[in-house]
């Protein structure tokens, strides 16, 4: 990350880049400032296995903006160059493209792991928040191979006592790993670290 923030620091100190004129100067930067988003990401994260949290999104979109203005404050003081709010916007695109691309970088990684996990989810009748953690589940299938089993408490008296304050209940292997109000990211999380250990 480091060398790659002093390759684009290098590029601005010259009057001239090498890249001039073969590709137009808005799809450069996008380029060059998707690339540097996603190594702030990765060392942000410790990589691109463990879940990306909101957070550490926005952290490293603002960091990329952030260099991306003192770029161009840099540039200034460079013989034929000037500052751009054009190229700060494109420099901002990039680093917002790179979060959708650290996603799909994530969900092709948890599919190639091959890693299936057993999930059951204990619900009961007339029970909206078990629809939601239904529909939670569905989501989060998309992105690692869940096989969901759902069972009525109401069922089974013993199920029923075990389980029945806290439906919907979710248990992913023979670990608990949400219970009441569903929280998706939360879920996700959790699955997503299962099945990459599993993998």
Known sequence: MVAYGAGVYYLSSQSVTPVAGRLP?????????????????????????????????FTAVALAVIYAISDEIHQLHVPRRTAS???????????????????????LRGRASGAVLTVKLYSGADCHLCHEAREILNRVGREVSLVVTEVDVGADPDLRSRYGDQIPVIVAGESKISKGIPDESAIRRRLLRMSQRQG
């Not at 799809?27 to 949290?53: D, W």
């Not at 190229?87 to 969900?107: C, F, H, K």
């Open 85 to 107: 709010l054009k190229d700060v916007l494109s420099d901002t695109l990039g680093a917002v493209l790179a979060m959708g691309v650290a996603e799909a970088v994530q969900r």
């Open 25 to 57: 100067d808005y799809i450069v930067h996008v380029l060059e400032y998707l690339g540097l988003t996603l190594l702030v990401v990765r060392a942000l994260n410790g990589g691109f296995i463990t879940p990306i949290t909101q957070l550490t999104q």
